[in-house]
């Protein structure tokens, strides 16, 4: 089994920054990418950020520039760093791991969610 435990939401105003972070625990033998999702009320859950193993990185266009994903491979865990926040980031941040837990298996694993909140 694989836990994903996530990290660091919370209030902030307009302008302001958060850091999440999200580390993930289990049997694993790899962790090809790790990323984050976002689901704000009454709408589907997008992607935000994603990262492979090697430091590939694929931002959502409306994060571009304010936001940083990063990865510490050696302790599974994966970051994000959130800059310049906007009242329209509000949602909650859900944690995403494709984890190798066998030689043939890949599984998807999600976090249980942080509500970020940004609001004056």
């Known amino acids: 089994q694989v836990q994903l435990v996530e990290s660091g939401g919370g209030l902030v105003q307009p302008g302001g920054s958060l850091r999440l972070s999200c580390a993930a625990s289990?049997?694993?033998?790899?962790?090809?990418?790790m990323g984050w999702y976002r689901q704000a009320p009454g709408k589907q859950r997008e992607l935000v950020a994603v990262?492979?193993?090697?430091?590939?990185?694929n931002d959502a266009d409306s994060v571009k520039g304010r936001f940083t994903i990063s990865r510490d491979n050696a302790n599974n865990t994966v970051y994000l760093q959130m800059n310049s926040l906007k009242p329209e980031d509000t949602a909650v941040y859900y944690c995403?791991?494709?984890?190798?837990?066998?030689?043939?298996?890949?599984?998807?694993?999600w976090g249980q969610g942080t509500q970020v909140t940004v609001s004056s």
């Open positions: 289990g049997s694993i033998i790899s962790i090809p990418a």
């Open positions: 995403n791991a494709r984890v190798q837990i066998t030689i043939r298996t890949t599984r998807n694993y």
């Open positions: 990262i492979t193993r090697g430091g590939t990185t």
